[in-house]
Each structure stands twice: as structure tokens, then as C-alpha cells.
């Protein structure tokens, strides 16, 4: 199994900036994709970015030109530079770790989550 843990959530004004980071621990062969998801009150947890194991990132638009997603496979950690962050930005953020538990089978581990919020 994977122990996914975040950190860097915290109140910030309109237009300040906040970075996510996200350390995977545990047992695996390779791990896959990492991302960030995050959860509004009453909304459904939606995808806000995500890279692969070689690099590859993908933004959701609403975040594109604000957000930065960066990884470190060395170290199994993702992090998420947030600028420019807007009151329709404050959510829980969750990170998620897809890996290879053994060369044949896949699974994915969700962190706690971390509380960003932006005030107008």
C-alpha cells in the first residue's frame, strides 16, 4: 500500500498564491500518475491536474495559466504552485497516487486532504 500525505493548504487572499505538496510513501514497483483533485461544499470532487512518470502534465482550463504542477520521481512527491488563486478556488485538495502495487495489478491511494481558501 501507498501513504499519500499533503500539506500547504491555508487561508490566503484573491490574488495571492499557495504551493500543495504531496509526499508518496510505501510499497510498490513504479509509481504512475499523480495528481490533484479538489472538492467544493455540495460539489463533486473534480479533477485539477495531473503528470505522468515522464512528465507529462495536464491542467483542468479553469486553472490553466494560474496552476503549475511539477514532480519529483526521486523523491515520489508532487507539488501544486497556485497564483493568481480566486475565491471559486477555495475547495479540499486531495492528492492522488496511482501505482503498481506488483508488475501485474494497479491501485491508487487518496491523501487526507488539505484545506485551501480564498477569501475576496
Known amino acids: 500500500q501507498v501513504h499519500v500525505v499533503e500539506s500547504g493548504g491555508g487561508l490566503v487572499q484573491a490574488g495571492g498564491s499557495l504551493r500543495l505538496s504531496c509526499a508518496a510513501s510505501?510499497?510498490?514497483?513504479?509509481?504512475?500518475?499523480m495528481g490533484w483533485y479538489r472538492q467544493a461544499p455540495g460539489m463533486q470532487r473534480e479533477l485539477v491536474a495531473f503528470?505522468?512518470?515522464?512528465?507529462?502534465?495536464n491542467l483542468v482550463d479553469s486553472v490553466k495559466g494560474r496552476f503549475t504542477i511539477s514532480r519529483d520521481n526521486a523523491k515520489n512527491t508532487v507539488s501544486l504552485q497556485m497564483n493568481s488563486l480566486k475565491p471559486e478556488d477555495t475547495a479540499v485538495y486531495y492528492c492522488?497516487?496511482?501505482?503498481?502495487?506488483?508488475?501485474?495489478?494497479?491501485?491508487?491511494?487518496w491523501g487526507q486532504g488539505t484545506q485551501v481558501t480564498v477569501s475576496s
Open positions: 510505501g510499497s510498490f514497483i513504479v509509481i504512475n500518475t
Open positions: 503528470v505522468t512518470n515522464d512528465g507529462t502534465t
Open positions: 492522488n497516487v496511482q501505482f503498481r502495487p506488483t508488475h501485474w495489478t494497479y491501485s491508487a491511494s
